[in-house]
């Protein structure tokens, strides 16, 4: 399984779309408005962490779909069990370049000093994200994954406020990790409810992808 998740993650981050969307995307829009507070260096994190764990794994499930690469793996002695374990780990690892990459500029342009706290809260609040992915990826095939992940993307990044200025949706999962980042950069006691949020979120997309693992 560490094998077939370690050829996955190389796979992922040498895709371009990957590299231009979801870390240089972010570290643009840190370094153009990051002076302006905390507040836009952890919103940027979520932007990363959001994007990267809904297409970290979804996409390539997608595209293995379409292409009938997952056929071909029934065939070798990984379990369907590693493969579903290495997809999530996969998802994770794939969230932290550009976590990191965006926390790294905040720190050296908005003063960002505790700027590894916001990765880990960052970093740990993306598992949601890749469940979401996960599960989009097995619901959908190619070009329709990648359209589904998009509109997916861009609807949590406006309901939650982390683009756009106005939380719409306060229940929002980018909503909770962007007060957890905040309540990082800032020295603030951890709030419950963003805690309880995003883990509510968390089982119900856990749910999700085992339900639809189960049928396929």
């Known amino acids: ?46 932007y990363a962490a959001t994007g990267a764990g809904l297409m970290g794994s979804g996409s390539a499930i997608a595209e293995d779909r379409n292409t009938g690469w997952l056929r071909q793996l029934r065939v070798t002695p990984l ?6 374990i290495g ?25 960002a000093d505790r ?17 979401i992915g996960v599960f ?3 619901l959908f095939k190619g070009k329709t994954a990648i359209v589904a992940l998009m509109i997916t ?14 939380t719409l949706w306060s229940l929002a999962p980018t909503h909770s ?11 603030q006691p951890i709030g419950v409810e963003p805690v309880v949020n995003l883990g509510a979120w968390t089982v119900a997309a856990a749910v999700a992808v ?3 693992w189960r049928r396929a």
């Open 1 to 46: 399984m560490l094998a077939y998740t370690k050829f996955e993650v190389l796979r992922t981050v040498h895709n371009i779309r990957y590299l231009v969307f979801i870390v240089l995307m972010p570290v643009v829009f840190e370094l153009t408005w990051g002076k302006q507070g905390l507040g836009v260096t952890a919103a940027m994190a979520v």
């Open 79 to 84: 379990s369907n069990e590693a493969w579903l």
């Open 87 to 111: 997809k999530i780990v996969q998802g994770v690892l794939t969230v932290i370049p550009g976590v990191l990459a965006v926390s790294v500029i905040g720190a050296l342009t908005a003063h």
């Open 115 to 131: 700027w590894p706290m916001l990765v880990a809260v960052t970093v740990a609040g993306s598992l949601p994200f890749v469940l």
């Open 136 to 138: 989009a990826g097995m």
């Open 153 to 166: 993307f861009f609807a949590l990044m406006f309901i939650g406020g982390v683009i756009g200025g106005e």
């Open 177 to 187: 990790l962007t007060t957890l980042g905040i309540a990082a950069l800032n020295s």
């Open 210 to 212: 085992l339900l639809r």
